[in-house]
């Protein structure tokens, strides 16, 4: 793909599944307003998830989000590269919730890591399996 590719994200989409998404940098992904968003081999640093998800936290970007998928990543590299310097808490793996995954489906999830936006709504990062395929995910609930 053209790096200098430049496309344009509809405002009224529920669903976003973009799966060579090196196109998506930070400005581009603080004007998603989508509800369920994949993105797959994205360029966007540990860095500018950790501004994005200060922003999410502030209400400042995407309030619509309920389930947004990242790459793959193991929970306790994404907590200390992203959420290194954001208040969360590491929910125990005891502890068991069903959330919001991809395609509007629900599964039981146990433990994970919370963090709260200031209108209280809580997003929970979590890794699930299905169909031998793993994915790393955030749900807002």
């Not at 509800?35 to 501004?51: A, F, G, P, Q, S």
């Not at 991809?102 to 929970?124: L, M, P, Q, V, Y």
Request: net charge neutral.
């Amino acid at each position: 793909m053209d790096k200098n590719f430049e496309g344009v994200i509809p405002k009224n989409l529920n669903d976003l599944h973009i799966h060579y998404s090196q196109w998506i940098g930070f400005e581009k992904l603080l004007e998603i307003g989508c509800k369920h968003v994949v993105l797959r081999n994205d360029r966007i640093t540990n860095e500018e998830w950790n501004l994005f998800l200060k922003k999410w936290i502030a209400m400042e970007t995407n309030q619509n989000l309920e389930y947004l998928e990242l790459d793959k990543r193991k929970l306790d590299i994404f907590r200390d590269r992203v959420l290194h310097d954001i208040s969360h808490e590491i929910v125990d793996e005891g502890v068991k919730r069903v959330l919001k995954i991809r395609f509007n489906e629900t599964e039981e999830i146990s433990g994970g890591i919370d963090i709260k936006r200031i209108d209280g709504k809580t997003a929970t990062f979590f890794v699930y399996r299905k169909s031998r395929m793993q994915f790393h995910a955030m749900s807002i609930h």
